[in-house]
C-alpha cells in the first residue's frame, strides 16, 4: 500500500510529501520520485463536525504519462480538474477549523468521484477533446491508476472519518467547481446542491442560500446527485449514515483568489446556519 487508513495529519503529510521519491520510485509504481503524493490532507489531527473533501482538486499528472498526450492549456482547463474548488474548500477547512482531503491528481488520469469500475471513470475523450493517453488502456494500466492516485486519497478519506466517528457523527460536504457553459448551454446557477437519499443537510443549505434571492441556486443541478457523480460521498457518508452534500460552485465564480475568497465566505455562513439548527443533524440515519 502506497499509505494505510491512519489518520493523516499535517507533519505526517509533510513527511510523505518529502519521502515520496523513496516510497514511489519503485518498479511497480506509477508515480516516480518528482510526482507529488496522490493526496493531501489539511488539518487532519483536527476533532470537528464536518469534514471537507475536494475530488478534483488538482491537474497533475504523473511524469510517466507524458501529460496524457495534452498541452498544459488542455490539461489545466476545466476538463483536468475543478478550477477554484480546492481554494474554497481549503478556506472552509479553515474557517471550520475542520480537516480537508484533497486528490493530488487530474481526474483525466483517473476520476476519484467515480467508481474505478464504471465507464466514466478514466475517459478517452472528456468534452469533446480527446485525451491520446487513455487511449486502449489495459487492465494492467488500469490497475496501476487506481493503487497510486485513487485508493490512497480514499484511504486518507476513511481514515479521517474512522478517527472522528470514534467520538461525534461529522458531516461530510464534498467541494466540487464546474465550467459555466458545455455543449452550448448556458448553467445560469452560482451553487449547485447535489443530494440522493439523505435531505437532512441538502435541502436547508439549499434553504440557507436562497435567503438570499440575488443567487441562483441549483437543486441537483447542473449535475444529479442521483447520477454517477457522488461517489465519494456515497462510499464515505452514505454507508455510515452521516449527514452530506456535494455542492458545486460555477467556476467563472471562483476563478480568482477573489472570487474564491468571496464563495468560501457565502458557503461559511450558509453551513453554520445549517449546523446551528439543532442537534438532529449530527446523527447516523440510513435513507433509501
Known sequence: ??????????????????????????????????????????????????????????????????????????????????????????????????????????????????????????????????????????????????????????????????????????ALVSVHSYTPDYQDQDRPWHVGVLWDQDPRLSLPLIEALERDPALCIGDNEPYSGQDEVGYTIRRHAERRGLPHVLVEIRQDLVNTPEGARHWAGVMEDALRHVFTRGPGLFQVEYHG
Request: charged content about 20%; aromatic content about 6%; hydrophobic content about 40%.
Open 1 to 170: 500500500a502506497f499509505w494505510s487508513n491512519s489518520v493523516m495529519t499535517d507533519g505526517a503529510v509533510q513527511n510523505a510529501k518529502d519521502g515520496a521519491a523513496g516510497d514511489n520510485a519503485r518498479p511497480d509504481s506509477l508515480l516516480g520520485p518528482g510526482d507529488p503524493p496522490p493526496f493531501e490532507v489539511v488539518n487532519g489531527d483536527r476533532s470537528s463536525d464536518v469534514v471537507f473533501v475536494c475530488d478534483h482538486a488538482s491537474p497533475a499528472i504523473p511524469a510517466a504519462l507524458d501529460n496524457l498526450g495534452l498541452d498544459d492549456d488542455a490539461r489545466c482547463a476545466h476538463v483536468g480538474w475543478d478550477i477554484g474548488a480546492a481554494d474554497v474548500a481549503r478556506m472552509l477547512a479553515a474557517a471550520f477549523d475542520a480537516p480537508l482531503v484533497l486528490a493530488g491528481y487530474s481526474r483525466l488520469v483517473i476520476d476519484c468521484n467515480r467508481n474505478p469500475t464504471h465507464d466514466t471513470s478514466i475517459l478517452p475523450e472528456s468534452d469533446g477533446m480527446a485525451v491520446p493517453g487513455n487511449a486502449n488502456l489495459s487492465e494492467d494500466d488500469r490497475h496501476l491508476r487506481v493503487a497510486a492516485c485513487f485508493q490512497p486519497y480514499h484511504d486518507a478519506i476513511d481514515g479521517i472519518l474512522v478517527g472522528l466517528c470514534e467520538e461525534r457523527v461529522p
